[in-house]
């Protein structure tokens, strides 16, 4: 099995954002997420295959050639078969795990993006985090924004835990940050969605984010 990594083509490497128009017709931009992921792989000695239907024909390999040398995309192979691999990177597949309502997975799958999974509703995007803490004026917000350590006061909040992976920056903790908690497995949708000011109860203060 060696270091290798499958990585899909439509949807990963390519964005298909046009849907598809033929197997050698690829007329839309890469994620340069997943580009600059696949270039770390490389320099830290995985073995990174391209494996698309896409391969079925001749005409769908040189395409995908053509694609990944017109934008600079190094990777190790591009074919149809799928080879002995620690990971395979697909916007279309679920991972199975043991005792999972495997069935519901499956009806229920939708393909989407990450960042799109994680938007917040729309009349939640300009929720203030001090909502119902009238002691917390103005200056204090603006506070947090100088001098890092003003966070201190938020001390049990989900902001301030290292559990806690942010979306955006200092400024929208102030608007509303929200990100992802880390503290327990993911489910089939990743890890669980959380506001900035939230709090489960096992906080483990982070002093770098305070």
Not at 47 to 57: G, H, K, P, Y
């Amino acid at each position: 099995m060696g270091k290798t990594i499958i990585f899909d083509f439509d949807g990963v490497i390519h964005s298909n954002d046009s849907g598809w128009q033929g197997i050698d017709v690829i007329q839309d931009e890469p994620i340069m997420e997943v580009v600059e992921v696949i270039k770390a792989l490389r320099q830290q000695g995985y073995e990174v295959i391209v494996v698309s239907t896409r391969c079925s024909e001749p005409e769908g390999i040189s395409a995908i050639n053509d694609y990944l040398s017109k934008h600079d995309i190094v990777v190790d192979g591009v074919q149809a078969t799928k080879p002995p691999a620690l990971v395979t990177v697909d916007d279309r597949c679920i991972c199975y795990r043991d005792g999972m309502d495997l069935l519901n997975a499956i009806v229920s799958f939708k393909p989407g993006k990450l960042d799109e999974d994680m938007e917040p509703e729309e009349n939640d995007k300009e929720e203030d985090i001090y909502a119902g803490y009238d002691e917390y004026d103005e200056k204090d917000k603006k506070q947090v924004i100088s001098d890092p350590w003003a966070g201190r006061f938020e001390e049990m909040r989900c902001q301030t835990c290292v559990n806690f992976c942010p979306k955006g920056n200092v400024v929208s903790m102030i608007k509303g940050q929200f990100g992802r908690c880390r503290r327990n497995a993911p489910t089939m949708k990743g890890f669980s969605i959380v506001w900035g000011k939230d709090w489960c109860g096992e906080h483990r203060l982070d002093e770098n984010k305070i």
